[in-house]
């Protein structure tokens, strides 16, 4: 017999420990909800925000720099955004920061002009203040105890959660009115800085019950790391010049609009680079605003600007591409009844169309919607009441949980090894052909067919083979989606259809696991 299971109930129980599970915990409990949180790893420590820095869309309340702010990135992402998203994050995100700093304390740096520019945050600090402000306002957290399926109610809305307690060692569940899903995105275990729990498992779990995805074809984000590092900081390679390996210039590479001029150099050769164009100021003003971009090159003796380093290009996902659970209201519902979602595991279309979300906009998008998504939830879960505790439930998870065929026929190793063949590699998810994606996914939806049939966990194992699972399925919408978008818009390009084809301007909704389906959505984008 395996452990007792520890039994909760809740009227909200949030999924994760990020930004965007803080912020929907903390605004759920102010919403007079009974909130538990429940996070893979330990609160304030886990997920993308909590290891680095992150700029922040923080952007004052005055109408010109609000139109350029919203402007800026319409093209890039192929004109799929939507304004009246974008105005409500600039909004919220103003009002959540603000707040960070007259009541939460974060100790924002006061620039030589006296001026306290609230653009930018430490996640570290971020991310310890978040636990404390979670935990005063009442929110029960559950460190190290991933979620490993969603429980639903017999007319099919969720009812709560189960999973494992790592430390205890034995399986738990919580019993709730609403769940709100801020899981993070897929980084594909591609080593990545704070993305090692970022395993896509909500996705999973959200299709497992009937939601749907989109934008799942704009998630083929790269980052650029030194050699043999974790730490992806793209933005500061503005500043990079990039060289061969015989220290000639590698013309056209650059970190942003000419990063496949890097992923193609690197499928046969090492590409190097200086942050040889960063003046004085410019190196001081890094040096301030993301002081772990700098811990490895300080350990490793290197001043990257003014010495060659060999860089490579880690892939991020859904993490800092866009695609994820596809948001049905302006609370941040999905398309099922009592699931809601946030953050990376959310689409960021809404504000970023087909674009990244890197530099900024995610973060904005993982406090704005952790807020929407938590009040949504509460306020859901209150008009169920207690009754919402003693519905009968039944546990929705399938691959990696109960074998189709004879358990033992998959290991969870080999699953992912088999994914991250497919998706790591620049050839196959950066520079993107029809053909190759075909063949992908081909291999793709074998492997999902040997682990629905075969794969299994016990014990801790749950959790690696639910991994493995989420990790397959994130990339079969990944490339089902790629193949559906026959043109080239916003990060989904295609080398067999350059082009923007106006007839494809909408948005791709996805889903579905043993068949993966697309369909576009014709609704206004
Ligand atoms: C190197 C790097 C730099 C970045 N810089 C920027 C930047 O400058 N600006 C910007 O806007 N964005 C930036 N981003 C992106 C940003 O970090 C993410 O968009 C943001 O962290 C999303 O917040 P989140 O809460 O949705 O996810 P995360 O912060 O990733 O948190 C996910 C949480 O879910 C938990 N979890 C996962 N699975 C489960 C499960 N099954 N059960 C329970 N809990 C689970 C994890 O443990 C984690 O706590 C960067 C990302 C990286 C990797």
Known sequence: MGEP?????????????????????????????????????????????????????????????REAAMASREALGGHLADRGWMGRVLDRTYANINELAETGGYPFPTAPDGSQPRNGLQGPEYMRRMRIRTRRAGVRILDHSPVTELLTAADGSVAGAAGHRRQAGHPYRVRAGAVVLATGGCAFLSGALGTDTDTGDGALYAAEVGAELSGMEFSNAYGIAPEHTSV?????????????????????????????????????????????????????????????????????????????????LLAEGTVRGTGGIRIAGDDCRTTVPGLYAAGDAATREPICGGFTGGGSHNAAWAMSSGSWAGLGAARYALALGRAAHTRPVRAAGGAGLRPTGRSGGADHREVIAAVQGEVLPYDKNYLRHGGTLTGALRVLDD?????????????????????????????????????????????????????????????????????VWTRPLKEPA
């Open 5 to 65: 299971t520890q039994e909760l109930t809740a009227d909200v129980l949030v999924v994760g420990g990020g930004p965007a599970a803080t912020w929907a915990a903390l605004d759920a409990a102010r919403a007079g909800a009974d909130v538990v949180l429940a996070d893979k790893g330990h609160c304030g420590t886990s997920g993308a925000t909590a290891a680095g820095g992150t700029g922040v869309w923080y952007v004052q309340p005055d109408p010109a720099a």
């Open 447 to 515: 492997t999902w067919r040997q682990l629905r049939a075969g794969l299994h966990g016990e014990g801790r194992d749950i959790v690696r083979a639910r991994q493995a699972a989420a990790l397959a399925a994130n990339a079969r919408w990944m490339y089902r989606s790629a193949l559906a978008r026959t043109e080239s818009r916003g990060m989904a390009r295609r080398l067999d259809f350059p082009d923007q084809d106006p007839a494809q301007h909408h948005r791709i909704a996805t889903g579905g696991l043993d068949e």
């Open 232 to 312: 992806t900081k793209t933005a500061f390679y503005s500043f990079a010049t990039f060289y061969r390996e015989d220290g000639s210039v590698l013309e056209g590479a650059a970190s942003q609009g000419g990063r496949s001029v890097i992923a193609r150099e690197l499928l046969a050769a090492k590409v190097y680079c200086t942050l040889d164009r960063a003046d004085p100021a410019a190196q001081q003003a890094m040096r301030l605003a993301q002081p772990n971009f700098f811990l490895t090159f300080d350990r490793l003796g290197i001043d990257p600007f003014s010495r060659r380093f060999a860089i490579t």
